[in-house]
DNA sequence: CTGTGTGCAAACTCTTTGCATAAGT
DNA sequence: ACTTATGCAAAGAGTTTGCACACAG
């Protein structure tokens, strides 16, 4: 398993050979929550979201096959998981590098629009080490007036 | 109480002045955990490890006390909480805007050295909001060979 | 059939809380 | 004295795990 990228190839392909495509077996539970993830564009859910969006969508998942899930396609490269501190894990459905603001106090993740925003001056980093990722998290409060 | 500045302003003042500038009643507790925080260059810690560090120094104070202060010093400005997922939290000592690296899999915090790191392109931020803090953290990864 | 995936409930980790006791000023 | 802080143990939230049952190929 592990990144493949192949899903990304065909956007109109369906939850099933996007599944097949990253190794995991279309079963009924991961169809439907890859449809509630995949089909309306960027989102960041927490688990709890996710499951609460299939109670009311009548699909019958447990909460902890929703956590299992959300990492097998965490795994697969289909989400990503937000570095934002809180008590809640966020998925990402948009894996290309991109950036975060974080509404504080209200808990809402909102993506930056456009890829204009760039980090400059990296430093060199320690031995024997890669980047894997740089997240950068605009964190947000309301103006007090 | 909150961002109360003024305990930057001598960095030989001890740890009973740091805290009576910040508001705080300087008890045994807090006067010890100060000592355990600031004397020691900047650090990132865990309450967890802020604990052990106390009973290893023979100062007894529970894990709920250890919370307690970590946030009363967060509030007073003293220190500052990290946008690092994982199921801890991070607290940092050097509240001055730098940012971080992660390791991944270590669960290890580092500066990054240097304010010579920006973040160009922001776009214009939603209605009424204003930014609190950017977090910028360059998650590492042991290169595989 | 045979191997995977799922559901449930219990376990686990980190963190917060309530309340009696202790300590600071 | 009077107020505020601390300790303990229990509660809470989010997440993971173990194992029997169900499903996909």
Redesign the interface.
Known sequence: MSSNPAYQTCPTRDAGDRLRAAGLRPTRQRIALADLLFSKGDRHLTAEELHEEAVIAKVPVSLATVYNTLHQFTDAGMLR?????SSK?YFDTNVSDHQH????GENVV?D???G????????K??E????????????????RI
Chains 1, 2 share one sequence.
């Open positions: 998981v937000l570095a934002i501190e894990t603001f974080f509404l504080e909102m930056i629009p456009h204009d925003m760039t980090v400059n001056g990296l430093p980093l320690p024997g080490m890669e980047i894997a990722h740089i997240d950068v998290v605009v964190r947000l409060r309301r103006k």
